[in-house]
C-alpha cells in the first residue's frame, strides 16, 4: 500500500469538473484507491462521492493506493489533487 499527503492547489477546490476528471483517470483501476480529509473519507470511483469530501484550496488530503502500479497511481493522484485547473482550457 502507498499513502501520499496533498493539499488541494486549484483556487475553486476539487469541483464537479476536476472531480470528473479523476474518477475518469481511474475508472477500471483494479486495486483500491482511498481518499480522506476532515470529512470523511471514500473511494475515485464517483463524482459525488469525491464532492462530499468538500475540498477546497488549502485543505490537505491523505490518498492510499494498493494494488497494480500503486506507486506510479499515488503519485499521479498527488499531482492532480495538486493541479491548478482551468476550465475552460486556455
Not at 477546490?13 to 472531480?19: A, N
Not at 469525491?50 to 499531482?79: F, T, W, Y
Amino acid at each position: 500500500m502507498q499513502t501520499r499527503q496533498a493539499t488541494i492547489a486549484n483556487a475553486q477546490g476539487i469541483h464537479c469538473r476536476p472531480s470528473a476528471l479523476i474518477v475518469k483517470e481511474f475508472m477500471g483501476y483494479p486495486g483500491t484507491i482511498r481518499i480522506t480529509n476532515g470529512n470523511g473519507s471514500c473511494d475515485v470511483s464517483s463524482v459525488m462521492q469525491l464532492l462530499s469530501l468538500e475540498m477546497h484550496q488549502g485543505s490537505p488530503v491523505k490518498i492510499e493506493v494498493a494494488g497494480e502500479n500503486e506507486v506510479a497511481v499515488a503519485d499521479r493522484l498527488v499531482e492532480l489533487f495538486q493541479t491548478h485547473f482551468d476550465f475552460p482550457p486556455l
